[in-house]
């Protein structure tokens, strides 16, 4: 149960368009844009865990919400089998350009 809710799932892993490893590149920023990308004023990078959204989720889904940052192209590729057979999936998102 995540905040009194008890249809939230939260992972310890990154999401994209593939299973595997990558690296987090983390912003200098407290509050900025950590990212898979290569991103600018870098404090660091931690090797992390990636997964693609289909190889987690195995349920009806009626709502994605994603904040990725110049991510989410990669995080739908990684949703297919999610989205295609929905006809009323709702998928809250940030562009960053």
Known sequence: MLNSFN???????EVSSFDGEGELFVS???DGPNSLK??????????VGIRKLDTVIHQDVKM????PEWSELD???????????????????????
């Open 7 to 13: 249809n939230i799932l939260a992972f310890n892993y």
């Open 38 to 47: 290569p991103i600018l004023l870098v404090k660091g990078s931690l090797k």
């Open 28 to 30: 200098k920023s407290s």
């Open 75 to 97: 995080i739908i590729r990684g949703a297919e089998n999610i989205i295609s057979p929905s006809n009323e999936l709702i998928i809250i998102y940030e562009i960053n350009r």
């Open 64 to 67: 994605i919400k994603i904040n």
